[in-house]
């Protein structure tokens, strides 16, 4: 068990030595809620991502539709504490006027950006939750249901029908009577 806590305390601390984010992911997650924002946050962000695709597409360019996905994303990265993220945000916007592209270069490199910071911050965090379920599925084997604190732990629901149907076949295989 000490072995997963200091997994987590490592993968934690990692997140925040590489920049990655800031005080307000550390929020987030000290109140238990992290994984089930960003569930939203993977959701959003692809989706703005391809707004800013499709109107660099079109002829001429939408700067209208590529802001208001720049300002969604920069809503959500702080929100998040996507610290990263934000930055390159940031960096894509200064190549943008209200009327116009001043740097179409830029731009492009500035959406670049942005993506591989999401794919950065999506894969580190998916080990980082994926690290927390191993840690609470382990607290259930070894100490039963009663031992563990419910309000730790959140988990969207496929996330915990997926845990309650895996310690349902644990349960089964060993013969335990305190799980599920």
């Known amino acids: 068990m000490d072995r997963l806590h200091q997994e987590i305390a490592t993968l934690r601390q990692s997140l925040y030595d590489d ?44 700067v209208g539709r590529l802001r208001n996905a720049l300002h969604k994303l920069t809503y959500i990265s702080r929100n998040f504490g996507v610290k990263k993220m934000n930055n390159a945000v940031i960096l894509t916007k200064v190549h943008i006027d209200e009327e116009i592209i001043k740097d179409i270069e830029g731009v492009k490199y500035g959406m670049q950006k942005i993506y591989q910071e999401f794919v950065t911050i999506r894969n580190r965090l998916y080990a980082y939750f994926e690290v927390q379920t191993s840690e609470f599925c382990f607290n259930i084997l070894s100490f039963g249901k009663s031992y563990i604190n419910p309000f730790r732990y959140h988990f969207s629901a496929t996330e915990a029908i997926t845990i309650r149907t895996n310690l349902k076949i644990v349960k089964e295989f060993t013969g335990s009577r305190d799980l599920a």
């Open 19 to 62: 920049g990655l984010v800031n005080q307000q992911f550390g929020v987030l997650d000290s109140n238990g809620i992290v994984d089930e924002i960003f569930e939203s946050f993977f959701s959003e962000i692809p989706k703005n991502i391809t707004e800013m695709e499709l109107a660099m597409q079109e002829s001429p360019k939408n």
